[in-house]
């Protein structure tokens, strides 16, 4: 009896045209937006590779026009939901309207991506990355447009909600807190030039030695020589310090400075047999015929007269040695050839100059030759490098 009563209470008639305006909106819809990504998108794709312009083949490789077209649907939803009933529309209405906010939230971050695509393929992204800032402004637009949606889907105003905010303002920070520190950083990074992609830069308190890849709004990332990538926080930065190499990079020239420790037991001052041996290397033959007029060149050991040794001798090679050597320039940047204050490993002999090779090989290759030739060049004036008593008694058995 109760169902016999609830069936003529429905109204057949009104149902069947409600779910005909229903049922024709959504699949007028599904239509619109299939004809939007079969045609209409494809049309403007031809239309964009067809420009001279390749900027704009980036809104194609984001996928922007097809997120677009996701706003097909709801808005065509919208539009025939004014024709159903009263107490359907309304709540229609709300669910479409949160449907197309969230939309609109994805759509802005398409077209903030494809906008930060644009300005890396620029000379000027290399030294003004903004990266960070765009992370920054979709975090806004994802936090905003959820209470919007929201606000939208409840049917309260929006307006009322962000104003309350406010109040929770020090939550807010506390929460976000290293997403402030991190945007600060990264305004300091940028305006101060500190580094940038693809600068070699020297962190030993994060384990980074390489090259900077990627610059973000919470995290720097650097790969270093041997492939291992480190991420670190932004703003730690800002806490201790670093080392960019770019400099070296720039100037076309890579710093040399290493020393020789001979040992003291070999230095002594040249005898005739010794400087008749070292006349015959051709770049001393000037300095030794130089000298001979204001030192005394006998075999006789007094400390009355001026007398070369072979410590100073070899320190005047090494500095012709690599003035003469095509790798090195001695022009244009310090070239010191010093002996340093002994110590208990001898007496150390520095090589303070500049390859003019600064690739991290190259630069190896020319400081390895430039050793290689000195280690064996020193025996030559009766010079021996220090090294541990057990190395030296084991050389002797």
């Known amino acids: 009896m109760f169902m016999q009563n609830f069936i003529n209470e429905i109204d057949f008639q009104a149902l069947l045209q409600v ?13 619109a937006y299939f004809i939007s990504k079969k045609y209409i998108i494809k049309i403007i794709h031809k239309l964009i590779f067809k420009t001279k312009s390749e900027l704009d083949n980036t809104f194609i490789k984001t996928g922007f026009f097809e997120q677009l077209a996701h706003l097909i649907p709801p808005v065509v939803i919208l539009y025939f939901s004014q024709f159903y009933p009263q107490n359907i529309s309304s709540s229609v209405s709300q669910i479409i309207k949160f449907w197309i906010a969230v939309v609109i939230i994805k759509t802005i971050d398409k077209f903030l991506s494809t906008t930060l695509e644009i300005y890396n393929t620029l000379e000027i992204s290399k030294d003004k990355p903004i990266k960070g800032y765009i992370q920054l402004l979709k975090m806004i637009v994802y936090i905003l447009g959820f209470i919007i949606a929201v606000c939208v889907l409840v049917g309260i105003s929006p307006w009322g909600v962000l104003s309350g905010v406010g109040a929770f303002t020090a939550v807010l920070m506390f929460i976000f807190k290293d997403t402030i520190l991190s945007l600060v950083a990264s305004v300091q990074i940028v305006a101060n030039d500190l580094f940038r992609v693809g600068d ?34 932004t703003y730690k930065f800002m806490e201790s310090s670093f080392k960019n190499w770019r400099g070296m990079e720039k100037s076309g020239g890579r710093r040399i400075k290493r020393s020789l420790f001979i040992d003291v037991n070999s230095i002594k001052f040249c005898n005739t047999e010794l400087l008749e041996k070292l006349d015959k290397i051709e770049i001393l033959k000037e ?3 130089e000298k001979q007029k204001v030192v005394d060149t006998t075999d006789e050991i007094t400390l009355n007269k001026r ?70 060049a020193l025996k030559e004036f009766d010079l021996r490098l220090y090294q541990e008593p057990s190395g030296e008694l084991g050389t002797l058995k």
């Open 19 to 31: 779910s005909i305006i229903i049922g024709s909106s959504i699949l007028i819809s599904i239509i």
């Open 200 to 233: 070699w830069i020297e962190a030993e308190n994060f384990g980074a030695d390489g090259e900077v890849i990627d610059i973000a709004l919470h995290s720097v990332k650097v790969q270093n020589w041997d492939k291992t990538i480190v991420t670190i926080p």
């Open 287 to 289: 300095y030794l015929k």
């Open 307 to 376: 007398k070369l040794t072979n410590i100073g001798t070899f320190r005047e090679y090494i500095k012709r040695y690599l003035e003469n050597n095509p790798n090195i320039d001695s022009k244009n940047f310090t070239f010191i050839i010093r002996q340093l204050q002994p110590t208990s490993k001898g007496v150390p002999l520095e090589v303070y100059a500049f390859s003019n090779k600064n690739k991290w090989a190259e630069y190896e290759a020319v400081q390895s030759d430039i050793f290689d030739h000195l280690l064996v």
